[in-house]
């Protein structure tokens, strides 16, 4: 197949993680990056990478394979990834986890209308964790399921807590409750609310002269994000926030717990795990080899919206179908 033309919407953390990603892709070429700000304050890792205004976006559909989109999911995918699903191939990170079967639902419209291919809720999670999860079900039926985040920073919820009137920067940690992981990595198979858990830690500036308990109580009271966890929100300076906050890892576990025999008498955990340095950057990586299914998908004539569960593993790899059965089989 030849190579995927990829152009990135957005350059921010993501957009970042994108196009280093491509770099790392011989079949993977970034032909352009679209930006709501003056293209000119916008300087590419990539030399000779052309930045453009969004406002011109729709010139560039005979030239572009795939868009990937670098928005939040808060405000700017639900919007995005439709809209733009007219236009081109795009697969976005979208990861309300609430709001997917919405958010597909108007993807899917959008794209079937458009015979165009809309890959939706790729990252690691949902994406890599959402694989995990359904191997493990289909191995395990009889079992339960456990998913723990962190200590990391979630690019999704600082990016909602950035959008709270009176905060110029955030920094948002998602924190596992040490003796719920390990209840159920022994197998006692414990039943856990969201709360008992995952803890929230928020590190916000706010703007001189902001209503402080009115921006703390917005953000714990925030439905899908942290209306459901114990949160904390803690006001420092952005000098602070910049000295002990400008790193975005992340990581966490899928573990799924089942029994087998005439009397269930064996047990099983299953579990897989991830510990990221860079969130942004390991999110682009993932978002790349979606972009390269999204081609092939495209190619052979598929259209609609898909997820990670659409995407035969193979669509994933730049290696062929031989090489694969040798090398990874």
């Known amino acids: 197949m030849a190579n995927t033309r990829i152009a990135i919407l957005g350059y921010g953390n ?164 040490p003796a719920a992981l390990e209840a159920v990595r022994s197998g006692a198979n414990p039943e856990l609310t969201t709360r008992e858990k995952h803890t929230r830690e928020c590190f916000v500036v706010a703007e001189e002269g902001a209503d402080l308990a009115a921006i703390e109580k917005t953000i714990v009271e925030m439905p899908n994000y942290f209306s459901d966890y114990d949160t904390t929100v803690t006001f420092i300076s952005q000098e602070e926030l910049d000295r002990n906050h400008k790193g975005i890892p992340h990581g966490g576990s899928v573990i799924r717990t089942g029994v087998t025999g005439a009397d269930k008498e064996n047990k099983h955990v299953i579990e897989f795990s991830l510990k990221l340095d860079s969130n942004p950057e390991f999110t ?29 593993p193979a669509y994933l790899s730049a290696q062929s179908d031989e090489d694969l059965r040798a090398h990874m089989l």
């Open 14 to 177: 993501l957009g970042k993680g994108v196009e280093l990603a491509c770099r790392q892709n011989d079949d993977v070429e970034l032909v352009a990056i679209f930006s709501r700000r003056d293209p000119a304050s916008i300087k590419p890792l990539t030399p000779n990478v052309p930045v453009y205004s969004v406002a011109n976006i729709g010139e560039f559909t005979d030239e572009v394979d795939v868009l990937v989109l670098g928005g939040g999911s808060a405000t700017d995918l639900p919007e995005q990834t439709p809209g733009y699903a007219k236009l081109f191939n795009v697969v976005d990170s979208f990861d309300t986890h609430a709001n997917i079967p919405q958010h597909f639902a108007a993807v899917d419209k959008a794209a079937k209308e458009n015979d165009t291919v809309a890959i939706i809720s790729v990252g690691w999670d949902p994406g890599m964790f959402s694989v995990a999860r359904l191997y493990a079900n289909c191995i395990l039926p009889e079992g339960a399921d456990y998913t723990f985040w962190g200590r990391g920073v979630s690019q999704g919820h600082s990016d909602a807590i950035r959008r709270v009137p009176g905060v110029l920067d955030a920094r948002q940690y998602t924190v596992p409750v």
């Open 284 to 312: 682009g990586s993932v978002l790349v080899a979606c972009a390269r299914a999204a081609h092939r998908m495209s190619t052979e004539g598929m259209t609609g919206c898909k997820t990670i569960f659409d995407i035969p």
